[in-house]
């Protein structure tokens, strides 16, 4: 959305290095400011760019060159819409300067001529009865109210020092409560930058840098060593050693060549690429996964939700308490002295400190969570359905079996269909093409390839005729004589494995088995799960029952297994789970699971999945790993184990404060320093509780 420059920002100030704009919308309701600030932290040249919504002011600090600077007016016509998109209007904000001047203020009022205190005090606690006032209209009794009560109370009876002392403990809470949101604010600020400064691109026969958002599809990208690749596309030229670890998650380097996809956020290692860019900007891979974060953090997660609830629901309790206590003593300042210790402290703030530091944490850990609740609902999961293929598998076919009935070795065996396989790319061509690899060997030339699609393929090697394929092909389609290897090719079919046959001029020389891999770490995952307070654990797939059956032996924990299912049919599994009671997490990674993911509890898809998968998906882990899927979990059990040790070291100590007050052993200020106090310890400590590694 860009901002008309009728309406935009008026420069009213400006330095070598510093420019302070006035403008009207930054009033608005809509305005999230710590996008807008993060947006324009990333604009270039910009050093930081700080918000005061209330005086409609901007300051942006840079490094003063007069390109940087045009940049940075240019970059108002720009702006994204999502810096307006805020549903409930933000908080008031603090900084440093604030916190400090009204804790000098407050701190030198007792010494100041008592004509001076009452104008002080006024403009001290004025805001906060302002605003309290303004809650108590149109919110109702919230934790504003007991701010208010307690200054215009302490106004009233001209107590003006513990007025400004109660104002100064309200701004300053407020600026501590600042300090622990900039860090996941860092986050958003890196999510919402471009990923590099200057993509450098062939137009015309010549290279040149533009930036980011000006990349087009079809588009020449150059990138040499130590480049990080910004958009997503298909080599055209040049070989490179690829590092796709940030967002793959795969840990080895890979060589890639003209023809071969990439995606963006890989890292060239060594080589130069000229790569034909199939999606750019907004579109690309690593574009999505920052659109993910940055919805995440600015989500508001059911635990936030019932903290803002409870806090509020319990300020008329204190404030009972306040006017029974001062029913039965008299005494206005121990009255207001329990007033100053409101539990919407404890019980409101630490939820979004530790939602969206365990967020932020788990990111790097690989760990995409598209939301808080995304977070709460994996804790609350008592039952993990896995689909097969790509889960507790790799997803890959190996050879596992070769069965041979003519005088051939398996190395000549496999150099014999590897180089008929070698250019189809097949899933089970492939396979025997890794294998050939596995065992050092080069398949013999080949020539006279020809496929026949969906039944094998066959071509001329040392003079011999090579027929590769299914059993219809090589003896029904060419009528070699297979029955040599019946009762063995039986016996692995039962297994679940898939069966190639070579032949030689006519002759079967043998078979190869074939069959998924499971992956090292399922069986370990699965039994973690259910140590983990997992109570059951389904399989579910699509492939036939003998398949399922030799899989289902290889995992103990696995409570049920259920195949030759479709799409549809894995998502009626989940709901029959929802209805035996059960709250169903769905791993999976392909579009085929997208049915079963809209009707889990919460689905998680593996790192790679593509398109509606992973849209569809409320967790993507994006390391190739089933150990994300246990990490996740922990997680978020960790968070709920966070939340509820803030919510009882916050109501304990407020409650032994609360006492004190009642028997007259706090004053009003006292109260509200500890209060204060007690709120920080326990937002620093949940913030550094989630932002530890799992």
């Known amino acids: 959305m860009s901002t008309a420059k009728a309406h935009g920002p008026r420069i009213v100030h400006e330095t070598a290095k510093r420019i302070r704009f006035k403008w009207s919308r930054l009033l608005s309701p809509e305005l999230d400011p710590d996008y807008l600030e993060a947006w324009l932290s990333n604009l270039p040249g910009v050093d930081a760019a700080r918000i005061n919504p209330p005086a409609r002011s901007l300051v942006?600090?840079?490094?003063?060159?007069?390109?940087?600077?045009?940049?940075?007016?240019?970059?108002?016509e720009?702006?994204?819409?999502?810096?307006?998109?805020?549903?409930?209007?933000?908080?008031?904000?603090?900084?440093?300067?604030?916190a400090a001047f009204s804790a000098h203020l407050a701190a030198v009022l007792p010494f100041v001529p008592p004509a001076v205190q009452a104008p002080v005090a006024i403009a001290m606690g004025g805001p906060v009865v302002l605003s309290g006032l303004d809650s108590l209209i149109n919110e109702g009794l919230t934790a504003r109210v007991l701010d208010m009560t307690?200054?215009?109370?302490?106004?009233?009876?001209?107590?003006?020092?513990?007025?400004?002392?109660?104002?100064a403990m309200v701004v300053v809470g407020d600026y501590l409560r600042t300090m622990t949101d900039d860090k996941s604010n860092s986050l958003l600020k890196s999510l919402t930058a471009d990923p590099v400064d200057k993509v450098w691109v062939k137009q015309d026969g010549k290279e040149q840098g533009i930036s980011f958002d000006e990349v087009k599809i079809g588009d020449t990208v150059l990138c040499g060593n130590g480049d990080l690749v910004a958009v997503d596309g298909v080599v055209t030229k040049g070989e490179a050693l690829l590092d796709k670890s940030s967002i793959t998650g795969e840990s080895t380097p890979v060589t890639v060549t003209a023809g071969d996809e990439i995606i963006s956020g890989s890292v060239v290692v060594e080589g130069k690429l000229e790569i034909s860019a199939t999606q750019t900007g907004a579109d690309t891979s690593m574009a999505r996964i920052a659109e993910f974060m940055t919805r995440a953090l600015q989500e508001q997660s059911k635990a936030e939700k019932q903290s803002d609830r409870l806090a509020d629901a319990l300020t008329p309790i204190t404030l009972g308490l306040g006017a029974a206590l001062y029913a039965v003593t008299g005494d206005m300042e121990r009255a207001l002295s329990v007033l100053t210790i409101d539990f919407a402290c404890a019980v409101k703030f630490p939820a979004p400190v530790v939602i969206k530091t365990s967020m932020h944490t788990a990111a790097k850990e690989g760990i995409l969570f598209k939301s808080g609740s995304a977070l709460e609902y994996l804790a609350e999961v008592d039952a993990?359905?896995?689909?097969?293929?790509?889960?507790?598998?790799?997803?890959?076919?190996?050879?596992?079996?070769i069965e041979l009935c003519a005088d051939y070795d398996e190395d000549e065996f496999i150099r014999l269909a590897s180089a008929v396989e070698d250019r189809y790319g097949h899933p089970v061509g492939l396979a025997i093409i890794r294998n050939a690899e596995e065992r050092n060997l080069t398949p013999h030339p080949a020539t006279e390839i020809d496929l026949t699609i969906a039944h094998g393929v066959s071509g001329m090697v040392g003079g011999k005729l090579i027929r590769v394929g299914n059993r219809h092909f090589i003896a029904d389609d060419c009528g070699v004589d297979c029955s040599a290897v019946s009762e063995k090719a039986a016996e692995l079919r039962a297994e679940g494995k898939t069966l190639v046959y070579v032949s030689a001029d006519g002759e079967l020389i043998g078979i190869a088995a074939l069959m998924d891999t499971i992956r090292d770490e399922a069986a370990e995952i699965v039994e973690s799960l259910k140590e983990n307070g997992i109570k059951k654990v389904i399989m579910l797939t699509g492939d036939h029952k003998g398949t399922a059956d030799f899989f289902a032996a290889q995992f103990q924990h696995v409570d049920e297994i259920r195949a030759e299912l479709t799409p549809d049919k894995k998502a009626a599994e989940v709901k029959r789970l929802q209805d035996e009671g059960y709250k169903v997490a769905v791993v999976g990674d392909g579009v085929n699971d997208a049915p079963a993911f809209t009707v889990a509890n919460v689905g998680i898809c593996m790192s790679q999945s593509t398109g509606l998968a992973r849209e569809s998906a409320q967790i993507v882990l994006t390391k190739n790993s089933l150990h994300g899927l246990l990490d996740a979990r922990s997680i978020s059990l960790r968070v709920n184990t966070i939340l509820k040790n803030c919510f009882r070291t916050g109501v304990g100590v407020n409650v032994g404060l609360m006492g004190a007050a009642t028997a007259g052993?706090?004053?009003?200020?006292?109260?509200?320093?500890?209060?204060n106090l007690n709120t920080f310890a326990i937002l620093g400590a949940a913030a550094w509780s989630s932002s530890r590694r799992i």
């Open 384 to 401: 993990v359905v896995f689909d097969k293929t790509g889960t507790l598998t790799c997803g890959e076919l190996a050879v596992t079996d």
């Open 60 to 76: 942006i600090k840079y490094d003063g060159t007069a390109d940087n600077r045009e940049q940075i007016l240019a970059g108002f």
């Open 78 to 98: 720009r702006i994204p819409s999502d810096a307006f998109g805020k549903k409930e209007p933000a908080g008031r904000r603090r900084r440093l300067i604030d």
């Open 150 to 167: 307690t200054i215009g109370a302490s106004l009233l009876r001209t107590d003006f020092t513990t007025a400004a002392s109660i104002a």
């Open 665 to 675: 052993l706090l004053k009003p200020t006292a109260a509200a320093a500890l209060h």
